[in-house]
């Protein structure tokens, strides 16, 4: 349902831009955002739209990063500028998807995209 591209190997200093678009039988999107997991620690928020359209950015990527969305393409975007070698992690898409027959709500995980920054 999620598909996640982007990632790749910058120096730090660097720009990057992950995409993340939901597929499928879709009824309407909520809630979506990125995610990221270092190696040896646990997944942490980075970035996301709340299903009232705020957006929400962790202190560690405020004023970097900048998430956005493109509605009619059930589409995700994060532009990752000034990247430091503590972004390096697998990054994940999140997102809350109503889906047919019944508009029932559920969470869904794209399978990761590779960012690595090297010093």
């Known amino acids: 349902q999620l598909q996640a591209c982007g990632g790749g190997l910058v120096q730090a200093g660097g720009s990057l831009r992950l995409s993340c678009a939901a597929s499928?039988?879709?009824?309407?999107?909520?809630?979506m955002g990125w995610y990221r997991q270092a190696p040896g620690k646990q997944r942490d928020l980075v970035a996301t739209f709340t299903p009232e359209g705020y957006t929400y950015y962790a202190d560690s990527v405020k004023g970097r990063f900048t998430i956005s969305r493109d509605n009619p393409k059930n589409a995700v975007y994060l532009q990752m500028y000034n990247l430091k070698p503590d972004d390096t992690a697998l990054y994940y898409c999140n997102a809350d998807l109503k889906v047919p027959p019944y508009g029932l709500e559920y969470n869904y995980w794209g399978q990761g995209t590779l960012v690595t920054v090297s010093s």
């Open positions: 499928g039988s879709i009824l309407s999107v909520n809630k």
